[in-house]
């Protein structure tokens, strides 16, 4: 059954107050175990296995202008990442190093205080594939939701450090270049919607955009094709 508005807004706003209570006025109450995720994602992170470079990952596909009906791939992040994670003979500047560091802590600290709010029903990097398409990734975290009614919904989370000027850019809507991972992960995972969480590297402030599955079907059925 598709995400209706009512429900579409209630777990977003669910999602928004996950932190407003965790890193806010309930800390006390989820300290331990947000410190205790958080250590475990990082230790995770560390011993990561490289990005396979015989597929495409959701977060490197680019279909560009909206009329555009060409997927294309962020070739430079491919390069970075294969060399990043998988070659000790690469020393990247320290200021690349740094902004890579910046987003892995992000998504540590947002992925653990989601894992501590909702402890049996939220699973962080969370890996899907379509072998036929050669797309093969890792979702930031998937969110299960019970209704008094009986119905279940899964929602993906993605996880976005940016500057101010990216970060206002997706004051109403997420960012066009994050698209098509919420198209490929909300249908390699059957997921029912896709949490696109933004956070300010300058400020801290956040912003929460959830689509639904159907509002993807578009541009996955460009990506397909």
Not at 9 to 31: A, C, D, M, S
Not at 48 to 58: I, L, T
Request: glycine share 6%; hydrophobic share 35%; net charge neutral.
């Amino acid at each position: 059954m598709p995400l209706d508005d009512h429900r579409k807004k209630l777990i977003e706003q669910n999602i928004r107050n996950v932190f407003n209570t965790v890193l806010g006025g309930g800390f006390h109450k989820y300290e331990k175990s947000f410190l205790q995720y958080k250590a475990e994602i990082h230790h995770r992170l560390a011993n990561m296995p490289a990005r396979a470079n015989d597929c495409f990952s959701p977060s490197s596909l680019k279909l560009g202008a909206e009329d555009d009906s060409k997927v294309s791939v962020c070739g430079r992040k491919l390069v970075y990442t294969i060399l990043l994670r998988k070659s000790s003979q690469f020393a990247p500047p320290r200021r690349l190093r740094s902004v890579f560091l910046v987003g892995d802590d992000t998504h540590a600290r947002v992925q653990a205080a989601l894992k501590a709010f909702y402890p049996d029903t939220f699973e962080y990097e969370v890996q899907g594939s379509m072998p036929e398409l050669m797309v093969r990734g890792t979702c930031d975290g998937v969110i299960t939701y019970s209704f008094p009614d009986g119905e279940v919904v899964k929602i993906g989370i993605e996880i976005k450090s940016a500057n101010s000027n990216s970060f206002y850019s997706a004051n109403n809507k997420p960012l066009s270049i994050h698209l098509d991972q919420g198209a490929a992960y909300t249908n390699l995972l059957d997921l029912d919607g896709m949490c696109f969480i933004y956070e300010n590297k300058n400020s801290q402030e956040m912003r929460f955009h959830l689509m639904t599955r159907e509002e993807f079907a578009e541009r996955w059925g460009r990506i397909e094709t």
